[in-house]
């Protein structure tokens, strides 16, 4: 069965620090990857999106990630993190003939 | 309206009452969801919605019980709940439910049952 692991259910980072956040993925075949970002007290937004072609996808905020199939990876990185970043993070994966599966949610705290 | 719409927002109910929340979205698409988010635990998928048919029910009490009168609406008619039951409701639509189409969330209903 399909899988999504996101590694650290809480990440620290200092203002202006980069942002790293872990997502991998089980399977076989071909993935669609996805980044979203859910603010307090709102529903999830997409950040970005990995479908086929360019493994390194850019998103919203100035976020981007890269598919690395080898390593069952999709990594969420920005490379200075703003206080407006702290929020609760989702990656998900899909496949053609099925449905979106969430990870289980990283939160990240931004540190003055 | 754009996007997908929930509403109330905030909803209170006693145990014995009974509610509905309603999801609305306005992307023309075919496949809706339920999920339930509570403090602790992960996103939980309650129901998928394709084509207005249910296709999938994730092992929810009978209190809750979905509707789908077209492809542009959902409901979740709530009754006889628990204070477990408390938690934030989100409704998402995506274009179908199978094919790397990414789903889109409503604001989410904050359900307190007390």
């Known amino acids: 069965a399909q899988s999504v692991t996101q590694l650290g259910s809480h990440v620290s980072v200092s203002e202006g620090a980069l942002v790293l956040l872990r997502c991998n993925y089980s399977s076989s075949v071909p993935p669609y990857l996805f980044w979203y970002v859910q603010y307090p007290n709102q529903g999830l937004q997409l950040l970005l999106k990995?479908?086929?072609?360019?493994?390194l996808v850019k998103g919203i905020n100035g976020f981007e990630a890269e598919f690395k199939k080898s390593e069952t990876s999709f990594h969420l990185t920005k490379p200075s993190a703003h206080m407006s970043d702290a929020a609760e993070y989702f990656c998900a994966v899909s496949y053609r003939d099925d449905k979106i599966i969430f990870g289980k949610g990283t939160r990240l705290h931004i540190l003055p | 309206e754009t996007g997908v719409t929930q509403t109330p927002r905030h909803l209170v109910m006693g145990m014995t009452n009974k509610k509905s929340l309603k999801c609305e979205q306005h992307?023309?698409?075919?496949?809706m969801y339920w999920y339930k988010q509570s403090a602790k635990k992960p996103l939980e998928l309650m129901f998928v919605?394709?084509?207005?048919?249910?296709?999938e029910n994730n092992s929810v009490p009978s209190r809750f019980s979905p509707e789908c009168p077209n492809s542009s609406h959902l409901f979740l008619h709530l009754h006889t709940l628990q204070p477990e039951d408390s938690a934030l409701y989100l409704c998402?639509?995506?274009?179908?439910?199978?094919?790397?189409?990414?789903?889109?969330f409503g604001p989410g209903t904050r359900l307190t049952v007390t």
């Open positions: 998402a639509s995506s274009q179908d439910r199978v094919g790397g189409y990414e789903q889109y």
């Open positions: 992307l023309g698409h075919n496949a």
């Open positions: 919605y394709s084509l207005e048919e249910r296709v």
């Open positions: 990995y479908t086929t072609g360019a493994t």
